[in-house]
């Protein structure tokens, strides 16, 4: 059983490293092609950028292969041993403390390296030491409080519930709306600062927008995501009552009033056609099945592994296995969200132009150095967005490749 599942986990390693090297390969040739969409020393940035990333991956992709060794090996044995606590589900959560503590030191290095090193070069980042530690301060008290609640109340029903993996998916799924209904009013401000749009004209005619699409908010909001980073966005965020417009202060700054109408009727576009809850479908179906997995662990795995079968060593093994049925359901879940995104586009269109819409999209590649040409593997696992050449395509924009 235990080389059965080594095995997998190998060839899901190999499958990501192999995705990385063919988009290195990929991107290194095209970068000796005529730039496309972008000016041509974005062009080669992007391409540079992207090249980078994707060596970081692969480092990082080994290095989760190691972290897999180290729990599988001694890793979940040992913690079993260290946190002596006789209430199981109390040992629950601070054995998951201790597992998510651990790797996320081990990622530690990978996300500075990014921030500070790789994002700072291509003149992304603008975090400095002191924003960095605050943010993660930020996140682990929210995960103390709220993740070691959710985890407490998943070890009562894995102990009291004999067939605990439907209710365990239910008590999660339910947690993901939550979040969706709870981000932008009351997690979000956490880390950013919100103010209520002062440009009047630009805010009646993003409200004109909303009532075309049939849709209401609390409010239409900037915020101050330049601190972090200057890459352009928009969202219109939230479930129900809660949905509020977020305009980056770097897309203010960038686009002019046609091309943010245009770009926010792509994000209306999504909620006019019901997007979200497409996608938090296909959020629950990926829920089900990791819970109808490993919600029937056979003991023999538990037994390979030399660890007890409990709630805290099953939670353990969910989150390690995980991004396996995660990394291979996300071709399923990129199609769809390719093929919705051509429909937000239209939306968009429908809202401002084609003309305004695509020229956004040419600022946001430009601003944000993304390189419009990916390897089809990289495509398939990892873009819910198409390929920028197919979206101007279908706006009407020649494009010579």
């Not at 290195?24 to 080669?44: E, M």
């Not at 932008?184 to 956490?190: C, D, G, N, Q, R």
């Not at 179906?285 to 795995?301: R, V």
Request: charged share 20%.
């Amino acid at each position: 059983m235990l080389l059965t599942i080594g095995i997998i986990y190998f060839i899901y390693i190999l499958t990501k490293v192999y995705v990385s090297v063919m988009e290195i390969g990929f991107v290194a040739k095209a970068k000796g092609d005529k730039p496309v969409i972008l000016l041509p020393s974005n062009y080669i940035k992007a391409a540079n950028y992207r090249i980078s990333s994707q060596r970081v991956e692969i480092v990082s992709t080994l290095f989760e292969y190691i972290s897999f060794i180290f729990w599988i090996a001694f890793g979940l044995k040992w913690l079993d041993q260290v946190i002596i606590v006789d209430d199981v589900a109390t040992k629950s959560v601070l054995y998951m403390y201790a597992f998510f503590g651990i790797n996320y030191l081990f990622s530690l290095p990978f996300s500075l390296y990014q921030t500070f090193v790789l994002d700072k070069k291509y003149g992304f980042s603008n975090m400095d030491i002191k924003l960095f530690i605050s943010d993660t301060l930020k996140s682990i008290m929210l995960f103390l409080i709220f993740g070691g609640l959710v985890v407490w109340v998943i070890a009562k029903i894995i102990i009291h519930i004999q067939n605990w993996w439907i209710w365990g998916f239910l008590t999660i799924f339910a947690v993901v709306i939550a979040i969706n209904m709870l981000y932008p009013t009351y997690i979000a401000p956490l880390f950013n600062k919100f103010k209520v749009l002062d440009d009047e004209d630009l805010k009646a005619s993003i409200e004109k927008l909303l009532e075309k699409a049939g849709l209401k908010s609390d409010g239409v909001f900037s915020v101050d995501a330049s601190k972090r980073d200057n890459r352009l966005n928009a969202y219109f965020g939230g479930l129900g009552s809660s949905k509020r417009v977020v305009l980056f202060d770097t897309l203010l700054e960038k686009l002019n009033k046609k091309e943010i109408l245009a770009v926010l009727g792509h994000e209306l576009g999504h909620y006019k056609h019901r997007d979200i809850y497409k996608n938090i479908a296909l959020i629950g179906g990926l829920l089900f099945i990791m819970f109808a997995i490993f919600g029937n662990l056979p003991n023999e795995l538990f037994e390979a592994i030399k660890i007890p079968k409990t709630p805290y060593t099953i939670m353990a093994l969910f989150m390690i296995f995980s991004p396996i049925v995660t990394f291979f359901y996300m071709p399923i879940f990129g199609f769809i969200s390719r093929r919705n995104e051509y429909r937000a586009d239209e939306y968009g269109s429908e809202c401002e132009s084609s003309v305004a819409l695509a020229e956004a999209l040419e600022k946001l590649a430009n601003e944000n150095r993304s390189f419009p040409k990916s390897h089809p593997l990289t495509i398939l696992f990892y873009h819910t967005h198409p390929p920028l050449i197919e979206r101007l395509k279908r706006l009407g924009k020649k494009v010579e490749e």
